[in-house]
């Protein structure tokens, strides 16, 4: 079901996100547009560790199921809670606004990522959930 929100990129287009506010373990409702680079919209890049973890997560995008890995799931569950400019400003996220199952687009994509994080309002670094810790440093 995820191609289903995948309408086919023209020109200098990227896709942006725009993630609904939310409490922690509230359902992740997001909208997704096509938005020229060259208009220079006000983003935030999400860098994230993709992880190898096979369990898929089900978001809400354009009022349609779409599954991401946990790494992601949490860090969006946590961002649009602790930071308001993750709800403010539209969200560029790989996973989520290349088409992962177009090989052409993805190259491309790919291609111009040094572009789209360069581009970006800000970049967040996401390395995963806070692990507690035992003993102090």
């Given at each position: 079901?995820?191609?289903?929100?995948?309408?086919?990129?023209?020109?200098?287009?990227?896709?942006?996100?725009?993630?609904?506010?939310?409490?922690?373990?509230?359902p992740i409702n997001c909208e997704i547009k096509r938005i020229p680079l060259d208009t220079d919209p006000k983003?935030?890049?999400?860098?994230?560790?993709?992880?190898?973890?096979?369990?898929?997560?089900?978001?809400?995008?354009?009022?349609?199921?779409?599954?991401?890995?946990?790494?992601?799931?949490?860090?969006?569950?946590?961002?649009?809670?602790?930071?308001?400019?993750?709800?403010?400003?539209?969200?560029?996220?790989?996973?989520?606004?290349?088409?992962?199952?177009?090989?052409?687009?993805?190259?491309?994509?790919?291609?111009?990522?040094?572009?789209?994080?360069?581009?970006?309002?800000?970049?967040?670094?996401?390395?995963?959930?806070?692990?507690?810790?035992?003993?102090?440093?």
């Open positions: 079901m995820d191609n289903l929100i995948y309408e086919t990129l023209v020109g200098t287009e990227i896709r942006l996100l725009k993630v609904c506010p939310g409490e922690i373990g509230d983003y935030i890049a999400l860098s994230y560790v993709w992880g190898g973890n096979s369990t898929k997560y089900k978001i809400d995008i354009n009022n349609r199921d779409f599954s991401i890995g946990e790494n992601l799931y949490f860090a969006i569950d946590q961002l649009r809670h602790y930071n308001k400019k993750f709800v403010r400003y539209f969200v560029w996220i790989d996973a989520i606004c290349i088409n992962q199952n177009d090989t052409a687009e993805k190259s491309k994509q790919v291609g111009r990522m040094l572009e789209i994080y360069a581009r970006a309002h800000s970049t967040i670094a996401w390395l995963g959930r806070p692990e507690p810790v035992d003993e102090p440093y």
